[in-house]
């Protein structure tokens, strides 16, 4: 019996799991180009954005640490929420209840309201899926440079390994050879998650310590 990731990796490259020459080499150097190609090229300038805006966060300072947690599950519950609607195939492993433990663990209450994700119809739920895997290699990175400091904090969310495992069984599927007709609307999804993260961490109000 085939799992969802499984039955998306035959339908998109057959049933091998092999790592490709286009995924152990630079995107400028691969042979062959790639849905993920496609969208590491495309969503390059936001993910960097991203990445710096959040990381700066992940230090051993609890309240910037919980900043850091508030944006993420504020943000992660409509995306969550829209995924579960969208009955995709590989569903990510939900994070928000880890998230909601480290929280609490800091005697901090959860955002109020969190807002809904509503990407463009025509978006596909696969670019969704591409964009919370591969954030598990961002969170590693976070998670190294906080232990380095011997922090105290907690980091059930940062340490979760199912989405790294999730990320893995996931790049096989998105190793088909790149097609704009099938990757437009898979970009189309990651472009607005990625904006709705942002947007999320500039309006989520931070809720101090109890």
């Not at 090229?41 to 710096?52: N, Q």
């Not at 996931?170 to 607005?192: G, I, N, Y």
Request: some cysteine; hydrophobic content about 40%; overall charge negative.
């Amino acid at each position: 019996m085939h799992s969802a990731i499984d039955c998306l990796c035959i339908r998109f490259r057959g049933r091998s799991g092999r790592e490709s020459e286009a995924e152990r080499m630079p995107i400028s150097k691969a042979v062959g180009r790639t849905t993920r190609d496609y969208l590491r090229e495309a969503t390059a300038d936001s993910h960097e954005r991203l990445d710096l805006l959040m990381g700066e966060l992940v230090v051993d300072d609890e309240a910037a640490y919980a900043k850091f947690l508030q944006i993420q599950w504020h943000a992660r519950v409509g995306v969550e929420n829209w995924l579960q609607e969208s009955h995709v195939e590989a569903m990510p492993p939900h994070q928000t209840d880890l998230i909601a433990r480290d929280l609490a663990a800091l005697r901090c209450a959860l955002p109020d309201n969190p807002p809904a994700f509503v990407p463009s119809a025509d978006a596909d739920p696969m670019g969704t899926v591409w964009v919370l895997a591969g954030s598990s290699l961002g969170n590693r990175a976070l998670l190294k440079r906080l232990k380095k400091t011997g922090t105290a904090l907690p980091t059930s969310f940062l340490s979760d390994p199912r989405m790294v495992q999730f990320w893995q069984d996931l790049r096989p599927a998105l190793e088909r050879p790149h097609s704009l007709t099938d990757d437009q609307a898979v970009l189309m999804a990651a472009q607005a998650t990625f904006a709705h993260f942002q947007q999320v961490a500039m309006n989520t109000r931070v809720i101090e310590p109890a």
